[in-house]
């Protein structure tokens, strides 16, 4: 096992820089990645010189356990692991060359992830080493195990939190579509693909083997759902139309002054409606606001004139406001699979789990 002592110069150079990679990573290099299809590692071999640093990016949940080994002949060749969203020149999770909680032997990480996303090991020379211009040859294995939570409902990117009701598929050639398959594994079964440029639903995203997956839904009928490479998606915008669709419920068209006026929505489309007793279930246009985590307003628009306005928490209808003519009338809800059965007094609404959460 290899100790280092360093001065307390160089100590304080660490504290102020962000440790002995920030001193020599002039060139860095970025790598996605990705392991083997149902695998839950892989072994990288590579190299680099002087002042080079190469950054390796992959995708874990928290409470997933990493394990990372650097092998070399160089012994002065050393890598540090940061959390999501930080890099060389940040603070990092733990430092290859010196021993803690994470790093049981040098060079050696072995540790639960604290939050979901994408994870940084950034491999370097230090810094007399990088100075000489010396070559380092080496091997870094990594592995990710441990359970993934739940999915997460209309998840985006980094952290797996938040993020938009739809992606656009980028693979940037016309003739190369994306891949939609039964899970989120670059050997499961292929379900169908997407053309570059198509709009998809977001259904929500893992992390698997070593990248992040995103459950997507194409937007036509017989609808095709499965695991898409989120390497590949950004945040997309469906055409006019088929912004104002739920799945299974028609698009939004004319519409009552108060939705023609332009009101600031998040999604408006058509629900099943009734506003007397005994009268059949019609169609209401509504417009939804979605404030995140299930927490929302919906509006309501009568045919006939007038609207009735729900309001959402943790994806549930909590109250709605009252006004004098409703005369205290108590709110129902119940709720079947993914479909909320409201009733206030007389009114009654069906409406999609996916008008609150954008699923």
Known sequence: MRKRVLSPFLLAAMVLTGGPAALAQDEIRKEEVRFPAGQSGTAIRDSIKGRQSVSYLLGAE?????RVDLRSSNTSVYFNVYEPG?????AALATGDRLGPMVPDINRFDGRLPTSGTYTVSVYLYRNAARRGDRADFTLDVSITGERGAIVQNDYADGLQGGPDYWQVTTGDPDDPLNIREQPSAGARILGSA???????????????GQRWCRVETMERPAVSGWSAGRYLREGYPSEGAATQLPGQAPASGGPDGLASGMDFTAVGNIPCARFAG???????FGVVRQGNGNGRLTVFWPDGGQRVIHFEMGTPAYYDRSQADAGAEMTVGKEVDLHTVRIGNERFEIPEAVITGG
């Open 86 to 90: 930080r890099g060389p020149g940040d």
């Open 195 to 209: 053309p570059d440029g198509t709009v998809l639903r977001n259904l929500g995203c893992r992390m698997n083997e």
């Open 279 to 285: 009268q059949p279930m019609g169609s209401c246009q």
């Open 62 to 66: 928290a409470g997933q356990r990493m």
